[in-house]
Structure formats: C-alpha cells, structure tokens
C-alpha cells in the first residue's frame, strides 16, 4: 500500500520555545502535527540554566499564536515587565502551553530524533522524492512518517571547543573531569565544585560574564578562590558592553560589574590567550591550560576547573540523507547567511525572514530557531517565533501570509558584531527597545546571561546609576545607538 505523505502530520524537533510557537501555529491552522522532544519535559534544555534571568522582559518572550491559546484558559499571564528565569519560563510558560489540549496529545517526551530520510529514497535519488514521505527515526528504534518537517532542536547540546582555531585542544577529551559547560550554577547547585578553587573561564559572552560575576562574588563569601578569564582578544573593552548606554540596564550593569572586578584585580584577565593545549598538571588533580599564539608564543596558566563559554554550534547530522543547502561558513541555510553574518549585521540588523530564507531543496524540510542561525550567536527569541509562523502559514499553502515578515528588533550596546566575533556566544534575545523604557528587574532572584533564548542574568543586580563607561583604548564611551 502506497502511503500518501498528503495525510500525515507535520513534525516538529524539539519541545523549546520556538518548537512549541510552531505547535501553536500549526493548531489553530488545524494542521495535523506531532512534537518530538528529546527530553521529559518542554524546555528541557532551558531547564539546565533555569537559575539564571533573561535580560527580556515577558512581553517580548510569549508567542501571539501561543498567548491566543491559552488566553481562554485562565491561564495567568506573568506580568509584561518582569525579567522571568529560564525555570520561569518552563513552569509559568511553556508547561502551560504545553498541557493545553490542542497540543498536549500530539507532544512525545523521550523521543530523540537520530536521523531524517524519505522513505524508500535516498539522497541521491530525485524520482519521486517530492511525494515519499519523511521518516524519523527515533533513539529508541520508532520511526515516524511526516508530510513536512520543522527542525527546531537548538545548539545547546553541542558547545563549540575550548580550542581558539574551532578545533578541540590537545588533550580536551581526557581532562572532562575538570571541564564544566557554560553557565554553572556557581552560587547554587554547584557552589562545592567551585568553592575555594582556581578557575579559568574561556570565552568572552555574557554566560562567560555571569560566571565571572558568580565566582567573584563566591570567592568573597568563601575566600581562597582564584578567578581568571581567557579571552582571544587583545582588550577586554568589547566584552564590557556599552554600560550606561545600553537600552537595558541591567544588561549594561553585567559590564560595568565585570569591569570593575577586573580593575580591583578580583578576576585576573588574560587577553590574548589562545588556547591549544590542556593537560594534568604535574602532581595531579590540577589541570594546565596552554596558549599558543600566532607568533609560536606559548603562555600557561594551572588551575582546578575550566568553564568553557564558547559558544555553540549546530548539528546537522540528523538530517545528512537530506538534501540540504547550508551555507559553509554560517551553517545556516544558505539563502539566510548573508542576512544574519556576524561578520556584518548585529541581532539588532538582521532584516525580516521567513519561510523562503528558512527552506532546503529538500521541499518540506524547514530549519528554525537557533539552530537555523548555524554559528551566528545573535539569535533572539522573537525572531524563531516569527520565522515559525511565516514557515507554518507556507506549510498552510497561505503563501502571502508565509511572505508578509513583520519583525523589527532593536539595536543595543550588547547587540554588537564585534562582541559576536570575540569569545563565546552573543546577545541571544535581549529585546528591548533601543533607547526606550527599561524593563523592571526585581530585586529577588538572581541576575544575567546569553546565548540560550533570550539574553540571560546570573548574578544579582540591583538597578543603580552607572557612570559613563569608557573604552580604555580609546577614551571614548561605548555604546549602544543611542551613544
């Protein structure tokens, strides 16, 4: 019996933010779906930095078509202008939308996706290929047939190498044990790991500046500990941000902060340090980071921990039986490279996109989210939701809706490609107007990070009158569009 691909649903890869926004979409369109997530929960990878606070506020972080859903159910919206935690996010947002009826039965938990086809084609193959359907094989041997597929699995479980040339370091795989991913949980969970020990944190982000900010208010409550920081650069100042003229104060804040512990040598900054090299230190137990610059120039430093703030990057292997155009050196799609290159546009500059930008020659086969911005760091959340809904609109045959991209996105002090092509991951969805009114932070909770779904705090920040920040090499201030 043939089966008619015309009849069956569209899947969707990963249960996050924008992997449920296409949910929404696709039920009140009245499209068959299913939801395929990895983990047993939705947001499950939001969950592991779920004590950290996004820079945005709640009104930039909810889905139009997921606010219409659970609007008539009671559902309590959280208020506009409070920065919610990454577990606020799950509990106050996306368990709600997922437990709503028009999306609850089609969410499958525990089902990792390990590779995509067409059935009875492979890639090589184009006769009949348009009308085979698409098979999903799953972890644990199911495989699922769709129409179409929304690939909106993320980057988080694949961070990029400590090594400077994109390459891991000589002997990165045999010193995991000291090896922490970004954004610990410093002040919490993994307070023990770090108390009173030396620690290198690699990358020049913001997860890397939570971390800082994190150790550096650990060692002052249990002293012994020495912080250092590894960025590629030759200055800090980028990192720092633009201070007082971010449209975000508490964004600007995590500069200045980390400025200042840098100045009162709290943190011991290493610019220029590119790493090659990790090995057991002599003795054992500590580890030895080593530099080598572009001039045979070798440097090291000896510490306990290691917190790898690299950044991250996609992972297409899912899909390599697919017909896929990525660009080669974003690896995004190829058609939205250009449009989201670091090298020139900032998350503030990327022009509106949608379905057309977000297709393969593989008809059906969409990539959004994160994951569609490759190695881009400058993803913000607003801009996944609206890419799902023109790529949903294109799946309804509504092409003029598909192509009507409304999207305007500010520019920040944070949102800056020289930032993005330091260390570590940019501004991921800080989406506040520029120079407009800030977002109320509360007092309780803990404070700022990036690179996730939305610009993320970590540390506690209390909204105090910043003076104007400088850049140290060349006096003048730094600054968002507004400087």
């Given at each position: 019996m043939t089966i008619s691909s015309t009849t069956l649903p569209v899947a969707v890869i990963g249960a996050g933010p924008v992997g449920l926004a296409a949910a929404a979409h696709l039920a009140e369109r009245r499209l068959d779906f299913v939801v395929l997530e990895a983990g047993t929960q939705p947001g499950s990878s939001i969950s592991q930095w779920g004590h950290v606070r996004v820079f945005s506020p709640w009104r930039y972080n909810i889905d139009t078509a997921a606010r219409r859903l659970l609007?008539?159910?009671?559902?309590?919206?959280?208020?506009?202008?409070?920065?919610?935690?990454?577990?606020?996010?799950v509990t106050d947002y996306?368990?709600?939308?997922?437990?709503?009826?028009?999306?609850?039965?089609?969410?499958?938990?525990?089902?990792?996706?390990?590779?995509?086809?067409?059935?009875g084609v492979d890639r090589v193959r184009s006769r009949g290929r348009q009308d085979a359907p698409f098979v999903i094989r799953l972890a644990n041997?199911?495989?699922?047939?769709?129409?179409?597929?929304?690939?909106?699995?993320?980057?988080?479980?694949?961070?990029?190498?400590?090594?400077?040339?994109?390459?891991p370091a000589y002997g990165e795989g045999d010193i995991g044990y000291a090896v922490e991913q970004a954004l610990p949980d410093v002040l919490g969970a993994d307070r023990t790991r770090f108390a009173g020990s030396r620690v290198l944190v690699v990358g020049a982000g913001h997860s890397a500046a939570n971390t800082l900010l994190s150790l550096a208010d650990l060692a002052t409550q249990e002293p012994g500990a020495t912080v250092y920081w590894a960025i590629r650069a030759a200055t800090a100042s980028r990192a720092y941000g633009g201070g007082d003229n971010d449209a975000?104060?508490?964004?600007?804040?995590?500069?200045?902060?980390?400025?200042?512990?840098v100045e009162a040598g709290r943190i011991t900054l290493l610019t220029g340090f590119s790493v090659h090299t990790v090995r057991a230190a002599?003795?054992?137990?500590?580890?030895?980071?080593?530099?080598?610059?572009?001039?045979?120039?070798?440097?090291?430093?000896?510490?306990?921990?290691?917190?790898?703030?690299?950044?991250?990057?996609?992972?297409?292997?899912?899909?390599?039986?697919?017909?896929?155009?990525?660009?080669?050196?974003?690896?995004?799609p190829r058609a939205l490279a250009p449009l989201i290159d670091p090298n020139q546009h900032s998350c503030g500059t990327v022009p509106p996109h949608g379905a057309d930008h977000l297709a393969h020659p593989e008809p059906g086969f969409y990539t959004v989210g994160m994951k569609s911005y490759g190695r881009a760091p400058t993803f913000l959340m607003a801009t996944g939701y609206e890419q799902v809904?023109?790529?949903?609109?294109?799946?309804?045959?509504?092409?003029?809706?598909?192509?009507?991209?409304?999207?305007?996105?500010?520019?920040?002090?944070?949102?800056s490609s020289d930032l993005a092509l330091g260390e570590g991951e940019g501004e991921a969805g800080s989406q506040g107007g520029c120079c407009g009114p800030a977002p109320a932070v509360r007092a309780d909770g803990r404070g700022l990070a990036t690179g996730?779904?939305?610009?993320?705090?970590?540390?506690?920040?209390?909204?105090?009158?910043?003076?104007?920040?400088?850049?140290?090499?060349?006096g003048t201030t730094g600054g968002g569009c507004c400087g």
């Open positions: 609007d008539p159910t009671g559902w309590a919206a959280p208020e506009p202008h409070l920065l919610p935690t990454g577990a606020d996010l996306l368990q709600p939308l997922a437990k709503l009826s028009a999306i609850a039965p089609q969410l499958r938990y525990h089902a990792r996706v390990v590779a995509i086809g067409r059935l041997g199911d495989e699922v047939l769709a129409r179409a597929v929304i690939d909106a699995s993320g980057t988080w479980t694949r961070p990029n190498a400590l090594g400077a040339s994109g390459l975000l104060p508490a964004r600007g804040a995590l500069g200045t902060r980390l400025h200042a512990h002599v003795g054992g137990g500590a580890v030895e980071v080593v530099s080598l610059d572009v001039n045979g120039g070798r440097r090291s430093v000896t510490v306990d921990r290691i917190v790898s703030a690299t950044g991250f990057r996609p992972d297409h292997t899912i899909s390599t039986e697919l017909r896929l155009d990525l660009d080669p050196i974003m690896e995004s809904r023109s790529v949903v609109a294109a799946l309804a045959g509504d092409w003029e809706a598909a192509r009507d991209v409304q999207l305007e996105l500010p520019e920040t002090g944070v949102c996730m779904a939305g610009g993320l705090l970590a540390v506690p920040l209390p909204l105090v009158a910043i003076g104007t920040q400088s850049d140290p090499d060349t």
